[in-house]
């Protein structure tokens, strides 16, 4: 009888995560995908706007609602759901390729773990958060390096406003750095007086807990 409550209790508690990551699923599919296609054209809309000041500025207000509601979706989904470094790299591409910008995607994640990966993955999410909230980003760079046993994700970007980024309320760099610090692995922030904005992250190519 304990054997039976034990698997019995096992199996509750996978179909729950399983019902946690349908839940995540379907959020960021679904809801996340129209607030994306919302942003990319408000963004198109106040480019347009450049003579008309009211216009501009009722535009940049519905931009940054519509940027923090995507965020909003993107963290209560994350609760949930790990995006792979492949699948958030090829997000980023097509964001910042919808909003004008020039970016360079290389990378290669074969072979990382769930943990490295999604560890990883959030450090591009957090890179280009930081683009839309802090830079005018014309050119992006993301790019995966793997030396001596360690893996080098580097996120940059022109446009920087020269301010140093602040996280975000329950999160942002300082979360971030936590979350990478879980897999052996630290975070840096660079600033170049030329705008040039670079996040970058050191794990270990082989990680297990």
């Known amino acids: 009888m304990l054997l039976q409550v034990r698997r019995l209790r096992t199996e509750k508690e996978q179909a729950v995560i399983q019902a946690h990551e349908e839940f995540a699923r379907d959020v960021h599919d679904l809801v996340g995908h129209w607030l994306w296609l919302a942003s990319v ?23 940054q609602a519509v940027r923090h509601a995507a965020h909003a979706v993107r963290d209560i989904s994350m609760i949930h759901r790990q995006v792979p470094l492949e699948g958030e790299s090829l997000r980023a591409q097509a964001l910042l390729t919808g ?45 995966l390096d793997a030396r001596e046993g360690l893996l080098r994700l580097t996120v ?11 996280p975000a309320a329950g999160n942002g760099l300082d979360n971030l750095r936590a979350r ?26 082989k990680f297990s807990e």
């Open 41 to 63: 054209k408000s963004e198109l809309a106040y480019r347009r706007a450049a003579g008309d000041a009211r216009l501009r500025g009722d535009l940049g207000e519905a931009l």
């Open 180 to 205: 990478v610090a879980r897999i052996g692995g630290t975070v840096r922030v660079t600033a170049g007086e030329d705008g040039w904005f670079t996040l970058s992250a050191e794990v270990p190519q």
């Open 99 to 143: 909003l004008g910008a020039d970016c360079s995607v290389r990378v290669d994640a074969t072979g990382l773990s769930r943990e490295v990966s999604g560890a990883l993955g959030a450090v591009v999410r957090e890179g280009v958060t930081n683009m839309l909230r802090h830079s005018t980003v014309r050119t992006c760079v993301i790019e």
């Open 156 to 166: 940059a970007n022109d446009g920087a406003t020269g301010r140093s980024p602040r």
